[in-house]
């Protein structure tokens, strides 16, 4: 009788969860974007029109791109970029380590986020270590709790320390906490580098050739360069390259919780996961234009003209920019060889287009 019942409601099972196909049981499809005029999706494009005069006029935009209800609607590029040219993403590529790391976990490979990082890494156990390092987990380095010192406490400092070593994992374990593991938040790219190591050694392949099979290949994506440490590790969370469009394509598949034509890619549950708030930092805060902020699992959350967004963030002004209450995606590449003044400059700057013009085109 136990068998029985097991056996119907496996069946029953597979018949309610049936509509969602895994990446393993289809065959990949080509993705591309429809093209609408802004009216035709509820915007104004006079007002929208001028987003782009103002993105050419700053002199550091490198490119603005706007999808409304699935459709692009406009799109400019400068400085001898166009919509084939790939670009340093940044920090965006946080957000795509964020989707990375779910495929892992998903697939098998990590155990859990809960799993301590020092159990890929015992060769840099060192005598009288931190007895608090051996607390460390995954989750931790996904939300930026690891302990180490915020990079941009001292002028990024930190970063460049660590980057200019000749080994940035074992550097960045040697770190020493300012908190107890899980205390606070501390935003520091190398956590994230942690993460492309752990993902190198649970796969027994490289973090770029694992990304290719589990998701960008599923994206119909290619990443066109990617920096690579000291030991050959991609470097997690920083200078991937992909076209504005190509960056889009990951904000389109987290807006419709991890499924792109009609292929579950990343599982849902890791998706509400990831874009639920790891922090609880205190009302109002502002940041230009973008306010109510908090930081989720690789990504931010917050609100620009008091709409609700999620948001892939990389210095000087890459940004994938979701508004899921208006079917909105907003890209933006921009020149990012500039000093943390200069980028925030830029950052500001691109948050006012969204908020004046972009935001402001929609009809209500």
């Not at 935009?61 to 084939?84: C, T």
């Not at 390092?133 to 660590?162: A, C, P, Q």
């Not at 419709?256 to 890619?265: H, P």
């Not at 620009?304 to 967004?309: F, K």
């Amino acid at each position: 009788m136990r068998k029985f019942y097991l056996i119907n409601l496996i069946i029953a099972l597979g018949f309610i969860f049936g509509c969602e196909k895994n990446p393993e049981e289809v065959e990949s499809k080509e993705f591309t974007w429809n093209f609408s005029t802004p009216e035709a999706q509820g915007m104004n494009h006079e007002i929208l029109d001028s987003a782009f005069v103002q993105a050419k006029i700053t002199g550091f935009i490198d490119g603005l791109l706007v999808i409304r209800n699935g459709s692009i609607v406009a799109e400019k590029y400068y400085n001898d970029y166009d919509a084939f040219t790939p670009h340093n993403i940044m920090s965006v590529s946080k957000s795509f380590l964020s989707a990375i790391t779910g495929l892992a976990l998903h697939q098998g490979y990590i155990d859990s986020p809960d799993e301590k990082m020092l159990n890929y890494f015992p060769e840099y156990i060192y005598p009288r270590m931190d007895a608090r390092k051996f607390d460390i987990t995954i989750r931790h380095l996904l939300t930026m709790r690891m302990g180490i010192r915020d990079e941009s406490e001292d002028s990024y400092g930190t970063y460049w320390e660590i980057y200019s070593s000749d080994n940035w994992i074992k550097k960045t374990i040697e770190s020493p906490l300012e908190y107890n593991p899980g205390e606070k938040m501390r935003y520091n790219t190398f956590q994230t580098h942690l993460l492309s190591g752990i993902i190198t050694k649970s796969t027994h392949t490289s973090t770029w050739d694992f990304a290719t099979a589990s998701l960008f290949k599923w994206m119909k994506i290619n990443v066109d360069m990617w920096e690579q440490d000291p030991q050959g590790y991609y470097f997690g969370g920083n200078s991937m390259y992909f076209t504005a469009r190509e960056m889009a394509v990951l904000g389109f598949l987290y807006f419709n919780n991890g499924q792109l034509n009609g292929v579950q890619i990343i599982p849902a549950e890791w998706v509400e996961l990831t874009l639920s708030p790891s922090t609880n930092f205190d009302h109002p805060n502002q940041w230009g234009a973008f306010e109510n902020y908090n930081y989720a699992y690789l990504w931010w959350l917050g609100q620009i003209n008091d709409c609700d967004l999620f948001m892939g963030y990389g210095h000087g002004g890459q940004f994938v920019i979701v508004f899921p209450h208006l079917d909105l995606i907003v890209v933006s590449i921009a020149s990012h060889e500039v000093d943390p003044d200069t980028a925030t400059v830029q950052e500001w700057a691109i948050f006012d287009i969204i908020a004046t013009y972009i935001l402001a085109s929609i009809i209500v």
